[in-house]
Each structure stands twice: as structure tokens, then as C-alpha cells.
């Protein structure tokens, strides 16, 4: 069977971690959507790895890392991560069937950008899977066939009516195709054949629920299918090959970009929440905005995802803080709102208070806990109906309570 592990909040949850403390259990690790536009940083053997593409399975000699179909695929941003290790042949896979982002992307999303800024990376995402859907894409399989890739690319370019400088582009293939080719296969089919054979897979999110193209806070979301869904049309595996589905989540929550936070803290909390919690992206180390748990959020993004468990991360950045809130629900123009609303415009929290705690950092089991830890990760679980399973106490990778 397989199992997935998807973000409950808006991205930044600490997937990677929890990947890469679950990967050696697991015989595959699987990306089935984003871009490098999404960023995990682990921390193992005191060494800091930052990933944006390649699965975080990579740190363990028996994994096979699988880059799905549903990815978008820079080549040189690939390159560069494949050349931080020594030994990823028949250890990495990327899909034929997976998009190429090309120099072009990057270009229209930056001038997109400038014009009705979202908050995206401009690492061409967007413009990648407008590709995709019009049926203009090019694939990482036609890597394999140079003519027809590069007529197909000048009949796309003729049909832009931009001027892209074509010699470049080819130049930027020329360079990067032979890095990727060894690594090109049929990852459907290697998936099945793990399947059929017994093995372990764990497919692996970027981002995080509240960013999904259909129900996040659109329009300020991603491009991509972020939730379960998109692990089964991002690698070919059937919603009857699905186990679990953990859920994660930090024990407060962050945003990168604009669009709406129902619970950000702009001022003094905000601040201690960036500054503890190290909130900086990987991908473009911009500040994130930093503010309290949102159980309605949470729990919208559980149901969505149907999470059998989740992880809560992060649990020691919110050591020393005398009070913490936690948004219950939304309130707007006087009208409590039960259920998430389409848009969050005008919408306010409506928060209950728990008492802080002095220190939680390095907690090997629930019992180590202080008591008001204890009480807070109770409380969640109770707010958003689904059961906290581990519990991350430190950014290493062995300091994870396992309930």
C-alpha cells in the first residue's frame, strides 16, 4: 500500500522532516506535484540539506526517489540538486510524462508577477501548467527525441508572438538534457511493479491544502493540485492503493506571498514566531508571515485530504510565550461562520486561550511534555477531530514524540 503525507496549513509545515524521519521505513518516496518553486530543508548528521525537487527519501541508501508525472520540471534547478550527491543512479527516477519549465516560463510569470502580484516564487510554475493545460507543454520524455521537441517548441514560440531568444533556449536543452537523461523512466510503471510486489511507498506534498488550485484561497494559491487527489493523477496509483494520509502541520501557523491569513500577528507574537521558528523560505528566503493555529482552516484541509493522522511541528518554537491563542472559528460583519467560507475577505478569528509553557524542546515522549503542552495538542486534536500522531520537538531529525 501507500501512504501520503500532504500540508494541512499553507505550506512550510515541515513535510521534509517528517519524510525524511519516515523514509526509512519505505521502499519508494514520490513527489507528485509542485515545482522547485517548494522547498525542504532536513537537518541530518548535523549537515542541513535543502530540496526543491529531488524527493527526501535521497538521504537513505534503499530508497528509490521518484519525481511524478504531475511535477514541473526545471532542468538546471534539477541539475544542480542531482550534482550535491554521488550515488543517484538507479536511486532517481522522473517521469517521461512530467512538464518541463523552460527559461520562457520563468520570464512570463516575473512580467505576471510585476503586472497583479499573488506572491509566487517566478519560477515560472504557473506559466509552466497554463502550458500543461493547453496542451502546449513540452515533456520530460521528448528530452529523448531532440527534432520533435525542438519543432514542437518553434511551433509553440510562433504561436506566443514574443520575442524569446530561440538560440538561447536551445542552448539551455543542449547543456541540461544529458545531465537528465539517465534518470528518465516510465515511473507509472515502476510504481506498479512496486505495488505488485509488496513494497512501501510514501508519497510526498509540496505546499499545503489552503494553497490547492480548486480549494484553496484562490486566487492566491498555487497551480497544482496540493491536495490527496493530486498523489494519485501526479503518479499514477489508484485511490485504492491509498493507506494512510498524515496530514501535517506546525503548531502555529505561517503564509508565504500575498492573499489572506485570517490569523496573522503583525506585531510583537508575529515577530517571536519568524525569529524562533527560523521563517524563511528555502526557496527565496523571504520573511513568512507568522501567526496562531487555525482549527477551522485544519480542519476543512483534513477533511479535505480524509487524514487518518496528523504530525504537529514545531511544537518548541512556542516555548516562553504566556498566553496562546487558538482561532476556534471566523466571525464576519457580527455572523459567525461555521463552515470555511469561499472567501476569506473581511473574515476574523475568533480565538480561545491556553496558557504558555517554559520549555518543550527535545521531548522524547508525550509524558516529557509540560502539562500545558499536553493540554494544547489535546485541545487541537479535539478542535480539528483528528488524532496528533507525532509530535516534532526540535528541528532534528530523532527528536519526534511518537504517541
Known amino acids: 500500500m501507500a ?36 522547498g ?64 520562457y516560463h520563468q520570464m512570463l510569470e516575473t512580467r505576471q508577477e510585476s503586472k497583479n502580484a499573488i506572491g509566487t516564487t517566478r519560477k515560472g510554475i504557473g506559466p509552466a501548467y497554463q502550458d500543461k493545460i493547453g496542451r502546449l507543454g513540452l515533456r520530460v520524455g521528448d528530452l529523448r527525441h531532440p527534432s520533435y521537441l525542438k519543432d514542437r517548441l518553434e511551433d509553440h514560440l510562433t504561436q506566443m508572438q514574443t520575442n524569446i531568444d530561440r538560440q538561447a533556449i536551445n542552448d539551455y536543452l543542449d547543456r541540461y538534457t544529458p545531465l537528465i537523461l539517465p534518470y528518465i523512466a516510465d515511473t507509472t510503471e515502476l510504481l506498479w511493479e512496486g505495488m505488485d510486489a509488496g513494497k512501501k511507498i510514501l508519497l ?50 505561517t503564509r508565504v506571498g500575498n492573499g489572506p491569513f485570517p490569523t496573522e500577528e503583525c506585531a510583537e507574537v508575529g515577530e517571536f514566531l519568524r525569529q524562533r521558528g527560523h521563517e524563511f523560505g528555502t526557496t527565496t528566503n523571504r520573511a513568512r508571515r507568522c501567526g496562531y493555529f487555525d482549527s477551522l482552516a485544519m480542519k476543512y484541509a483534513c477533511r479535505l485530504n480524509g487524514c487518518t493522522e496528523l504530525a504537529l511541528m514545531k511544537l518548541d518554537v512556542l516555548d516562553g510565550l ?23 475577505e473581511g473574515v476574523q478569528p475568533v480565538y480561545q486561550s ?10 522524547k515522549s508525550f509524558g516529557d511534555l509540560p502539562k500545558q503542552a499536553q493540554e494544547y495538542i489535546l485541545a487541537l486534536e479535539e478542535l480539528v477531530g483528528v488524532r496528533i500522531s507525532m509530535i516534532s520537538t526540535s528541528p532534528k531529525r530523532e527528536e519526534m514524540i511518537l504517541r
Open 354 to 363: 491556553f496558557k504558555g509553557w517554559k520549555c518543550s524542546a527535545g521531548a
Open 40 to 103: 525542504h530543508t532536513i537537518v541530518a548528521n548535523d549537515h542541513t540539506y535543502a530540496l526543491h525537487l529531488i524527493p527526501s527519501g535521497v538521504l537513505y541508501p534503499q530508497c528509490k526517489n521518484v519525481i511524478g508525472n504531475g511535477v514541473v520540471v526545471a532542468l538546471d534547478a534539477l541539475a544542480s540538486e542531482i550534482a550535491q550527491f554521488s550515488d543517484l543512479k538507479g536511486r532517481l527516477f522522473v517521469s517521461s510524462r512530467a512538464h518541463l519549465i523552460l527559461p
Open 322 to 344: 504566556e498566553e496562546i491563542l487558538v482561532s476556534v472559528g471566523y466571525s464576519r460583519q457580527g455572523q459567525t461562520l461555521s463552515s470555511m467560507p469561499d472567501c476569506l
Open 3 to 38: 501512504d501520503v503525507v500532504v500540508g494541512v496549513q499553507w505550506g512550510d509545515e515541515g513535510k521534509g522532516k517528517l519524510v525524511d524521519r519516515l523514509a526509512g521505513d519505505y521502499d519508494f518516496i514520490v513527489r507528485f506535484q509542485g515545482g522547485h518553486n517548494a
Open 204 to 253: 510526498e506534498g509540496a505546499q499545503g491544502s489552503m494553497l490547492d488550485i480548486d480549494f484553496g484561497t484562490y486566487p492566491f494559491v498555487t497551480s497544482s493540485t496540493t491536495i490527496v487527489a493530486g498523489a494519485c493523477s501526479g503518479s499514477g496509483l489508484s485511490i485504492k492503493d491509498i493507506d494512510k494520509v498524515i496530514g501535517v502541520a506546525k503548531a502555529y501557523c
